[in-house]
T-cell receptor
Framework: AQKVTQAQTEISVVEKEDVTLDCVYE???????LFWYKQPPSGELVFLIR??????QNEISGRYSWNFQKSTSSFNFTITASQVVDSAVYFC?????????????FGQGTELSVKP | AAGVIQSPRHLIKEKRETATLKCYPI?????VYWYQQGPGQDPQFLIS???????DKGSIPDRFSAQQFSDYHSELNMSSLELGDSALYFC???????????????FGPGTRLTVT
């Protein structure tokens, strides 16, 4: 069965610190997709990144970077030099290829609080 | 850029009443997904439609029904509302991929339903 685990429920850092949000997934599919979404206090879900299971290249986008490791079934998200505006709940999610509907299975979310 | 539109944004209903939530996907997106997010919870998949046909079904109560119309907008109908139906309801859409949905889902702002 598919499952996404975000073991960190809450993380609190001071502005300019680096922070890594962990995500571990379980799936029996060989082709799958991993996502990170941001949910700020306003409530919307903002798409951050999608990673295909056959592409293990790490990605960097500004202060954000993602480390995908199939060997450990992890897809971790690092924010460098965090800012107050990064405060939000971050969700990791999985979608399996065999499921043609493409539904997302979300982790429990990690609430990040960045203090000035 | 155009985003997913959901209406209404807020809805207050009493127990046993009915509610209809509407979703207008991003133009040229042919797949719509509905998710329910309870307070402090991660989003849970309800149902999805691809090219106006139901493509997958999750933990959607029998009291709920949904459809996708010829213009690709979707409606979620909820009857005999219960207190536990109070939640944030998200609609997401995705664009056509080479073989079915592209798996990259863009979320609307959500409809906050309160049942009293």
């Amino acid at each position: 069965a598919q499952k996404v685990t975000q073991a960190q429920t809450e993380i609190s850092v001071v502005e300019k610190e680096d922070v890594t949000l962990d995500c571990v997934y379980e799936t029996r599919d060989t082709t799958y997709y991993l996502f990170w979404y941001k949910q700020p206090p306003s409530g919307e879900l903002v798409f951050l990144i999608r990673r295909n299971s056959f592409d293990e290249q790490n990605e960097i986008s500004g202060r954000y970077s993602w480390n995908f490791q199939k060997s450990t079934s992890s897809f971790n998200f690092t924010i460098t030099a965090s800012q107050v505006v990064d405060s939000a709940v971050y969700f990791c999610a999985l979608s399996e290829r065999r499921n043609q509907g493409g539904k997302l299975i979300f982790g429990q979310g990690t609430e990040l609080s960045v203090k000035p | 850029a155009a985003g997913v539109i959901q209406s209404p944004r807020h809805l207050i209903k009493e127990k046993r009443e009915t509610a209809t939530l509407k979703c207008y996907p991003i133009p040229r997106h042919d797949t719509v997904y509905w998710y329910q997010q309870g307070p402090g919870q991660d989003p849970q998949f309800l149902i999805s439609f691809y090219e106006k046909m139901q493509s997958d079904k999750g933990s959607i109560p029998d009291r709920f029904s949904a459809q996708q119309f010829s213009d690709y907008h979707s409606e979620l109908n909820m009857s005999s509302l219960e207190l536990g139906d109070s939640a944030l309801y998200f609609c997401a859409s995705s664009s056509p991929g080479l073989a079915g949905p592209s798996y990259e889902q863009y979320f609307g702002p959500g409809t906050r339903l309160t049942v009293t």
